[in-house]
């Protein structure tokens, strides 16, 4: 059954501090892995699709990284904007192609 | 702006009660999906519609069912309300079968059963 962790659940940090966030999936084969940001009171909104071990994706402060059994969003220098709930989702290879959501790592940063 | 549109955007109700939820999808998009979102499981799917036919079930209760019509605008008919149904249901559009992954979501529709 496909599986989907996210840590932590819940992040604080000071402006300017990097940290990452982790996503560790199980999945009968892989088709993607993306990140979504949710703001309170608002519906997720699409940051990166990841394929396959090794690719990395990069917006603004945001990398994402990708391998065979997790992922990191790694946040740079974050701003108070930044501030939102991440939500990792993975995509099966067969079967149905929706998306399997993980329960977040909700952020915030402290000016 | 995703230009997913969804409404009623908040609706309070009593179980045993049926609701419609509605959603429009982005200009374009053929794909339409519905998920839940409740405080302690995430998001939830529950069904797909691609231009207008059944395309992936998932959690989703028999008490619940949905559509999408000729428009491409797609209604979640819930009933038999239950204290549990209470959550955040957001509709989601794509542009194909959603392989991308890229998906856009409206804001969702705040249900809350008394």
């Known amino acids: 059954e496909d599986q989907v962790t996210q840590s932590p659940e819940a992040l604080r940090l000071q402006e300017g501090e990097s940290s990452s966030l982790n996503c560790s999936y199980t999945v009968s084969g892989l088709r993607g892995l993306f990140w979504y940001r949710q703001d309170p009171g608002k519906g997720p909104e699409f940051l990166f699709t990841?394929?396959?071990a090794g690719e990395e994706k990069e917006k603004e402060r945001l990398k994402a990284t990708l391998t065979k059994k997790e992922s990191f969003l790694h946040i740079t220098a974050p701003k108070p904007e930044d501030s939102a709930t991440y939500l990792c989702?993975?995509?099966?290879?067969?079967?149905?192609?929706?998306?399997?959501f993980g329960t977040g790592t909700r952020l915030t940063v402290i000016p | 702006d995703s230009g997913v549109t969804q409404t009623p955007k908040h609706l309070i109700t009593a179980t045993g009660q049926r609701v419609t939820l509605r959603c429009s999808p982005r200009s374009g998009d053929l794909s339409v999906y519905w998920y839940q979102q409740s405080l302690d499981q995430g998001l939830q799917f529950l069904i797909q519609y691609y231009n207008g036919e059944e395309r992936a079930k998932g959690n989703i209760l028999e008490r619940f069912s949905a559509q999408q019509f000729p428009d491409l605008h797609s209604e979640l008919n819930l009933s038999s309300l239950e204290l549990g149904d209470s959550a955040l249901y957001f509709c989601?559009?794509?542009?194909?079968?959603?392989?991308?992954?890229?998906?856009?979501f409206g804001e969702g529709s705040r249900l809350t059963v008394l």
């Open positions: 990841l394929y396959s």
């Open positions: 989601a559009s794509s542009v194909d079968l959603g392989h991308t992954g890229e998906l856009f």
């Open positions: 989702a993975v995509q099966a290879r067969t079967g149905a192609n929706n998306l399997f």
